[in-house]
């Protein structure tokens, strides 16, 4: 038959599931699009690293975005999958920095225990939970021990908005989790028992072909040689299908299940999607400004800012005399009806905060770049730089003209950056405030490296070849092999090494783990 619901794949992990998904969240989106597709999930394990870029692909696309995360839970071995409603997306950040904090705090996994569960229940009541193949309900449903099965089930009824059955066929062989017959039990237990069902792919490839991608990945993950017992995949079959394709499996599903085809199955997906989509401006912030609210900078009304940033500014005029005093005062009337216009006071006195507890440790401090060019910054404290004498001009960092952010760049003292980290978090609150990732992503050396270990080639060479790998991006490997003398004597002529080369290559781009940022704090 042919279905009237668009499909919607609700658990979908990118390469930003970090050595285990291998597309990026762009190239999902554009196939999504590709395939008329509405709307789409992102859900990667163990953390939300790639949601925002995943939004900006999917507005750009004209796709809605559903956000999620894929945890492991109870157990390591067994997972959940989280999705956020319309409205509840910062409940679902909190539940996942609770997840992180135990584990970070406790030494041990990332695992979504009963406790945390409990303990931050105002958030996970607002979520929606999808117990998928590799779920603990599963692997009860499969072991035929179905009062387990519903106890589990019934155990967080009251701990999330709602909860459903992720039915997923790989057409893996027998009844192993991802096979037809296994999702059938499933599909089976949740129909006696009256739990929603829904249809997923649990999608960590973009194609069949990127199979042994995944298999790579998994090795470096595990830190294992490659070899079956190591591999997750038993074939390549957890690719982003088409509504058509996925239709397919709704039948086949179904029909062992009992019932006569996979509407029903594709009808709560269909709702589901409809129940998570996310509205990019609304729900997530894009497009938006985000700066400190006025309790963070000891006011109880945001006009109070403006107060204070006036005030502040103004006891630094008493540097100007003559008739260079009456230029600073109509220039700083300028900045000041400019910043707020665009609602910056929080903004500025934030960096003047910063400035000043830097100062106060004795820590050197000093603005660059074009915020030098505010009489405001300076009059704070934030830059030395004296503008109206050195012509400089506050347009070209802070201009109603400009649809971004100003940017005031300050350097300090590297040897006691860290200092100041502490001193912000104390100032803010650490509920508040945070240090910033960067992604590390492939390139040449690492990629050769992983695959090499994967693939079983000897230290000794790995390293060899590695190091005399320039820095250049993965995909650029076969290219400066061919065409850079110094390589030339490399004995790459084995069909491991030239495999290890070919896979090397197609790790390009893919995220491979996050660090904390040098120099950014939030």
Known sequence: HTSPLIFTHLHVSSGYSFKYGTASAGQLVERAATFGMKALALTDRDGMAGAIRF???????????????????????????????????????????????????????????????????????????????????????????NEEALSIFNSTRELFADQALEITSHRAKGDAPFSTSHAAKSLAFARRQNIPALLTNAVRMLDRND???????????????????????????????????????????????GESNGMALLRTTAEWAERTALSPRRDVGIGSIHLPDASALGAQRHEELYEKLRSRSEAGLHRYSGALSVQAASRLEEELATIRGLGYESYFLAVADIADIARAKGIRVAARGSGAGSLVCYLLGISGVEPISQGLLMERFCSPLRNELPDIDIDVESARRLEIYDAIFARFGAERTATVAMVETYRARHAFRDVGAALGISPMEIDLIAKSLPHIRARNIGKALENLPELKNLKLDTPVTKAAIHLAERLDGLPRHLSMHPCAVL
């Not at 839970?73 to 679902?92: D, E």
């Not at 970070?104 to 931050?120: D, R």
Request: proline share 3%.
């Open 55 to 145: 939004v900006h692909e999917s507005e750009s696309q004209g796709i809605l975005p559903i956000l999620g995360v894929n945890l492991s839970f109870l157990q390591k071995k067994y997972r959940i999958t989280l999705l956020a409603q319309g409205g509840s997306l910062p409940a679902l950040y909190r539940l996942v920095s609770a997840v992180n904090h135990a584990s970070a705090t406790g030494g041990g996994e990332k695992v979504l225990t009963f406790e945390i569960l409990e303990k931050f229940s105002q958030y996970s009541s607002q979520i929606l939970a999808l117990h998928g193949a590799d779920s603990y309900l599963a692997a009860t449903i499969a072991g035929r021990r």
């Open 211 to 257: 199979g042994p991608v995944a298999d790579v990945l998994d090795s470096a993950r595990l830190l294992v040689p490659l070899h079956e017992r190591h591999v997750e995949r038993s074939n390549s079959e957890a690719y982003l299908k088409s509504e058509r394709e996925m239709v397919v499996i709704a039948d086949e599903v179904a029909r062992a299940a």
